[in-house]
């Protein structure tokens, strides 16, 4: 009799639906799988069996009715993943690449399908003027990581020494060895660790890299940051990340953040600006000189401008294309705190006049 909770091991309720067991099962394989770090081989077969049970409607109904299955009979059986297209459960004679089947399902990294190897990605961030956000700039950074060796151009190899057929590979980039695993005995293709996937290794060791390729080294590295970008926006710099050896670099990605303008605010393609006016010069009107981001300009105030109206200046905001956002001039009238007794006269006379 097999008195395990099935439900309890996956950690779902017995009225799971199927999606909801295989999405636990999924999580707790990536868990407790045996190849990992702090993986548990006995737990992954825990976890297995009931999975095995639990997705199989006629033995979930045996489960829940008797307490144990049936036919197939109890305890752990090496069916494979059961939804995750099944193989030959006695593993005798298959033989796949586990980096096609692990990274799918339990999210392996470190190359991609193509069986390229990758360098990790990496982000820095920057800090830069609200002015150069709106016009654009460039910025150096000096960066510590994983690079290409200089005095190799990457090869590992000494100048002037060529390439030889790696011997561990036989020049075919990959390696083929029987492992042994909860779903039995498997004949396993991965890339050669020798020559990294190359199939090809130097005949002599770079001096500076010793055969790696690569170094860890601090990397000027220039960053254009373009017109118009916004605060927190990310550039994406491909190639400029951590280098691998005999494989391709990560990308480097820049945190953008805009210092704020004690001026100058933005709204999408346009600036807007205060522009504090007398209380004479709003009722008279006038020229006022103001400073934008790109020089002096020359606005005109109309007479009997309202408080918080808005001046649309066109052409003077955020660059886009070939085009460019405005700029927008709120007013706000500046009232006197005290009146002088000519100015009082002048205002009662206003007001006799109904103004």
Sequence with gaps: MNNKDYYSVLGVEKNAGKEDIKKAFRKLAHKYHPDKKEGNEVKFKEVNEAYQVLSDDKKRAEYDTYGQTFGAGAGYQTGGFGGFGGFDPSGAGVEFDLGDIFDQFFGRGGGNRSGVRRGNDISIGIEIPFSD????????????????????????????????????????????????????????????ETCGGSGQMPEQACDTCKGAGIVRAREEIRITVPEGIEDGAMIRMSGKGEAVSHGVSGDLYVNVRVIPDKTFSRQGHDLIMQLPVKLSEALLGGRREIHTLNGEITITVPAGVAFAEVLRVRGKGVPFGDSCGDLLVKISVEMPKKLSKKARELVEALKDEGM
Aim: charged fraction near 15%; proline fraction near 3%; include cysteine.
């Design 133 to 192: 956000a709106v016009f654009g700039t460039t910025r150096t950074v000096l960066v510590t990581k994983m690079s290409s060796c200089v005095s190799c151009n990457g090869t590992g190899a000494k100048k002037g020494v060529g390439m030889k057929t790696c011997p561990t590979c036989n020049g075919k980039g990959k390696v083929h060895e029987s492992r042994q695993s909860p779903f039995g005995t498997f004949s396993v293709s991965h890339a050669c």
